[in-house]
C-alpha cells in the first residue's frame, strides 16, 4: 500500500535576513474607505501560497490573520517565546498528526489500487482538521504568529486591513483580483516602484549626512567619519582578513544586523565584502571605529539582499578588532 509525507511549508513569503530591535514602520492597518491594491495583492501571494502548497490545511483564517497582525505590530526582540511557542506547535503537528491524516487519506484514496498515482486535486476538498475545532484554532494561530514574524522581517508596505482581506477572499473564492494580476502589480512594485523610491530617498539621506560635521567623502561617493583613530600603522588592506563588531541599519534607523544582537565577532577577507566596506576599512587603524554610510552602487545596487531593498543606501559603524595580514608569496 502506497503512502505519502507532505513536507511542512510553514510560510509562503520571501526569504528575508534576519532584523534586529526597534519597531517596524512599514506596516499601517488602513481601513475599506480606500482598496490598497499592492496589499491586496500581497494577501492573494499568501493565500495562494498556501492553498496550492497544502490544500488540505483549511485553516480558521480570521484567527490566522488576527495572530499575524498582532506580530506585525509588535515590537521586534532578539528572542520571542511566541514565536519559538509557536514553531514548536508547527512542528509537532506536521510531523505528527498531520502526516498520519494524509497518509490515512491517501490509503483510503488507491484502496484496490495500488498503481494509483495521487495528485494535488485527490486533497483539495480535504479537512485535516476535520472532528478538531481547538485544534484548528490551535494551529491557526501558531501559524499566523510564525508567519507574522517573517512578514515583519520583510518591510513590506502593508496595510493590513487589504493585506488580510487579500487572503481570505482568496481563499474563500472571492478575490477581485485574479493571481496574474496580483503577480503584475507586485512584479510593478519590486521591478519599478521602489528601486525609484529608495534611489531619491537615499540620495537625500546622504546629502544631508554630508553635511554633519566630521563626515568626509571620497572620490567613490563613500561617506565616512572616524569616531576612533586607532593604530593608523595597522591599517588594512584589501587583501587582509578583519576581525570586526558592527551594526547595519537603513535610513530610517532600521537594524538589519548587528554583531552586537549575536554577541560575536566576526572576521572575513576584505575583499570578500561589498565595495563601501572594502574601501571604508582601509580608512581607520586597528582598534579603531568608524561610521560608514555607503551609496547603494558600493552596497547591494539594484538587486538589494533581504529588507535591504534596491538602490537603498546603508549606514554602517564598524569596530576594527585586528587585522590578520595576507601571507607574503613565498620565494621560488
Excluded at 497582525?69 to 514565536?83: G, R
Amino acid at each position: 500500500m502506497k503512502k505519502i509525507i507532505y513536507t511542512a511549508a510553514v510560510v509562503m513569503c520571501a526569504a528575508v535576513m534576519a532584523a534586529c530591535g526597534g519597531k517596524n514602520v512599514t506596516f499601517v492597518k488602513g481601513d475599506k474607505s480606500k482598496m490598497d491594491s499592492l496589499s491586496y495583492a500581497f494577501g492573494i501571494n499568501i493565500g495562494g501560497g498556501i492553498a496550492y502548497d497544502m490544500p488540505e490545511l483549511k485553516l480558521d483564517w480570521d484567527v490566522m490573520c488576527d495572530a499575524m497582525e498582532k506580530k506585525l505590530f509588535e515590537e521586534v526582540v532578539a528572542e520571542d517565546p511566541e514565536q519559538e511557542e509557536a514553531r514548536v506547535k508547527l512542528e509537532a503537528f506536521f510531523s505528527g498528526p498531520r502526516i498520519e491524516r494524509m497518509n490515512a487519506k491517501a490509503e483510503s484514496i488507491i484502496a484496490g489500487d495500488s498503481t494509483r498515482q495521487l495528485v494535488r486535486e485527490d486533497f483539495l476538498d480535504y479537512d485535516v482538521f476535520e472532528g478538531d475545532e481547538a485544534q484548528r484554532k490551535e494551529i491557526s494561530k501558531a501559524y499566523g504568529t510564525y508567519m507574522g514574524v517573517n512578514v515583519r522581517a520583510s518591510r513590506l508596505p502593508l496595510q493590513t486591513y487589504w493585506f488580510n482581506k487579500g487572503i481570505k477572499d482568496y481563499v474563500a473564492g472571492e478575490a477581485v483580483m485574479n493571481e496574474g494580476t496580483a503577480q503584475n502589480i507586485i512584479q510593478n512594485y519590486y521591478i519599478t516602484e521602489l528601486p525609484l523610491q529608495n534611489a531619491a530617498e537615499s540620495e537625500a539621506w546622504l546629502a544631508e549626512v554630508e553635511k554633519q560635521k566630521g563626515v568626509q567623502k571620497t572620490e567613490s561617493g563613500l561617506l565616512y567619519r572616524i569616531d576612533r583613530e586607532g593604530d593608523m600603522t595597522m591599517k588594512p588592506t584589501a587583501e587582509d582578513t578583519v576581525k570586526v563588531d558592527y551594526e547595519g541599519k537603513l535610513k530610517d534607523g532600521f537594524v538589519f544586523d548587528s554583531s552586537y544582537e549575536r554577541g560575536e565577532s566576526i572576521e572575513f577577507p576584505l575583499n570578500g565584502v561589498i565595495p563601501g566596506w572594502t574601501e571604508g576599512l582601509q580608512l581607520v587603524g586597528k582598534g579603531g571605529q568608524i561610521t560608514l554610510w555607503i551609496p547603494s552602487e558600493l552596497g547591494y545596487g539594484v538587486r538589494g539582499s533581504g529588507p535591504i531593498g534596491p538602490n537603498a543606501a546603508l549606514e554602517f559603524k564598524v569596530e576594527l578588532h585586528d587585522v590578520i595580514r595576507a601571507s607574503a608569496p613565498s620565494a621560488e
